[in-house]
């Protein structure tokens, strides 16, 4: 039976182990921060090794993922992929940094591994690679949200997000500044910009709408391909606004579709 290591323990994580708890995977290991380390463990359903770095695990699982955010992936993820141990992330917006980007690349490299990319909360990425190739002209992605959506993040310099009577546009920018200014947030602009025209060419708006449930991303693509418009409005985790069902649906389809003969 292989096994799995985690970073991070929240929501995805959750939804991750509770989904895999029947399957071929073990989940084996899991990262927490330092002081939370028992609280992982009880969010385990089986005991594992838990600890505060990857250099503290006894052994080492035959995939890691990572829940853990940008911070997680950057203080971990080269230790695992140096080991020769792939990696698959949602945060992709970790990637807007280049030292980030090299960094994991050459640890990668030296491990003879790889780092995997979730497709996360949006879709049509495939037909983004492939008009790509052909040559792109333009590649814009919207985000809208709730105001909950926003919280802790720099929405709230532009507005009262809990006063908000009407649809506000938070930023506007490219896909780099996006990533960078809404680390938890802007995932899927990061997914958008590695698929298409890459992070400085892409271009995000991000909007706060009072009036709107769930998460609605928006790609709109023009190249010598034709025209493309793509939307998708999800639901969020139950317990955390700011993270899309879909993107935990996208890391368990990953571990699931990993070591599978025939793969998308």
């Not at 790509?132 to 802790?152: N, Q, S, T």
Request: one cysteine or more; proline letters at 5%; a negative charge.
């Amino acid at each position: 039976m292989p096994k799995l290591g985690i970073l991070g323990h929240g929501s995805m994580a959750d939804y991750v182990v509770r989904a895999l708890d029947r399957s071929d995977w073990q989940v084996s290991h899991c990262i927490a921060r330092v002081g939370r380390e028992e609280a992982a463990r009880k969010c385990m359903p089986r005991e594992i090794c838990v600890a505060s770095d990857v250099r503290d695990w006894s052994s080492m699982p035959d995939l890691v993922i990572d829940c853990a955010g940008h911070a997680g992936l950057v203080a971990h993820a080269p230790d695992v992929l140096r080991n020769g141990t792939p990696v698959i992330t949602a945060s992709i917006g970790a990637l807007a940094d280049d030292d980030v980007g090299t960094m994991l690349a050459q640890a990668a490299r030296a491990g003879d591994s790889r780092l995997h990319l979730a497709s996360g909360a949006i879709g049509a990425l495939d037909a983004l690679r492939a008009a790509a190739a052909g040559g792109l002209d333009a590649v814009r992605y919207i985000g809208r949200k709730p105001p909950a959506g926003w919280r802790g993040t720099d929405a709230e310099k532009m507005a009262d997000l809990d006063r908000l009577e009407e649809p506000i546009t938070h930023f506007e920018g490219t896909a780099r500044q996006a990533a960078l200014r809404y680390p938890k947030n802007a995932n899927v602009a990061a997914s958008v910009a590695l698929a298409g025209l890459g992070f400085d060419a892409t271009r995000v708006s991000l909007i706060a709408d009072p009036g709107f449930q769930g998460n609605m991303h928006q790609i709109t693509a023009e190249g010598a391909f034709g025209h493309f418009e793509f939307t998708i409005t999800g639901h969020s985790l139950p317990d955390t606004p700011r993270t899309s069902a879909l993107a935990a649906m996208s890391m368990l389809a990953a571990v699931t579709g990993y070591d599978t003969p025939v793969t998308f």
